[in-house]
């Protein structure tokens, strides 16, 4: 199966509907067995988290206790929850082989919690798409952002 820009699209759209609605246990569904989310340092975006510093570096079974940690009344950092609008654009397919498609695209994330000041997130995600089978799963979905100092972006407890 050859993934179009327009397939791709469609997957990251209704990923960020999931997550921006918290429906997080069907955003687990869209990950394959494999999956690893990362968030990566800015000084070394392209380091492999086994050699450098990550923000976030999960494979499947963390994910599924943050989803679980964060859809607790008892997680405080998300309790309420915040609310989310994601924006993604320049998608892009940037290859594929033996069943697993690369694709790339431009994210900007606001975030509204309680009463505090609207957060932006911004940067590029990059993700390893496997697909074979009869719908496409993340293996892999690296988040890159694009801020000097992530100090200045406070708690990032929620997905990006």
């Known amino acids: ?68 940690r964060l859809k607790s009344d008892h997680a405080h950092a998300e309790y309420p929850h915040s609310r989310t609008r994601r924006m993604i654009t320049n998608v892009r397919v940037l290859g594929e082989t033996e069943g697993t498609a690369t694709v790339a695209a431009n994210f900007v994330v606001y975030r509204f919690r309680r009463d505090r000041e609207t957060r932006t997130y911004f940067g590029s995600y990059v993700y390893k798409l496997r697909t074979g089978g009869n ?26």
């Open 1 to 68: 199966m050859t993934l179009s820009r327009a397939d791709a699209e469609d997957f990251l759209f209704h990923e960020a509907a999931l997550l921006d609605e918290w429906r997080l246990d069907e955003w687990l569904q869209l990950l394959s067995e494999d999956a690893i989310y990362r968030v990566p340092s800015n000084d070394a975006p392209e380091g492999a988290s086994t050699e450098v510093l990550h923000t976030i570096a999960d494979d499947i079974e963390r994910l599924h206790a943050r989803v679980k």
């Open 135 to 160: 719908a496409l799963k993340i293996a892999e979905r690296t988040v890159r952002l694009d801020a000097t100092e992530l100090a200045a972006l406070g708690s990032v407890s929620f997905i990006l």
